[in-house]
Nanobody, 114 residues
Framework: QVQLVESGGGLVQAGGSLRLTCAAS????????MAWYRQAPGKERELVAR???????NYADSVKGRFTISRDGAKNTVYLQMNSLKPEDTAVYYC????????WGQGTQVTVSS
């Protein structure tokens, strides 16, 4: 069983920055893939960024060049540095991990004001 706890969301003005953190705990050795998803009101949940245990990353086109995903493998922690935030980035951001099954965090709200 894996528990994912997100932190770092909040309210920021357009052009600002936020850093999200997701810490995984439980009886785990090393998680393979971790990612951040987001869901805006009335929209489907979408992938924002993903990182593998080997450090390979991929990003949604809408965040390329602005967001950076990273991880601390020893701590099973993943980060999302979000710069140049836009109002359209407003959403609930969810941490995801795959460890023999899909695991999700509870979500953290990010609100970007114009």
């Amino acid at each position: 069983q894996v528990q994912l706890v997100e932190s770092g969301g909040g309210l920021v003005q357009a052009g600002g920055s936020l850093r999200l953190t997701c810490a995984a705990s439980g009886t785990i050795f090393r998680i393979n893939s971790m990612a951040w998803y987001r869901q805006a009101p009335g929209k489907e949940r979408e992938l924002v960024a993903r990182i593998t245990s080997g450090g390979s990353t991929n990003y949604a086109d809408s965040v390329k060049g602005r967001f950076t995903i990273s991880r601390d493998g020893a701590k099973n922690t993943v980060y999302l540095q979000m710069n140049s935030l836009k109002p359209e980035d407003t959403a609930v951001y969810y941490c995801y991990a795959f460890y023999y099954a899909d695991y999700w965090g509870q979500g953290t709200q990010v609100t970007v004001s114009s």
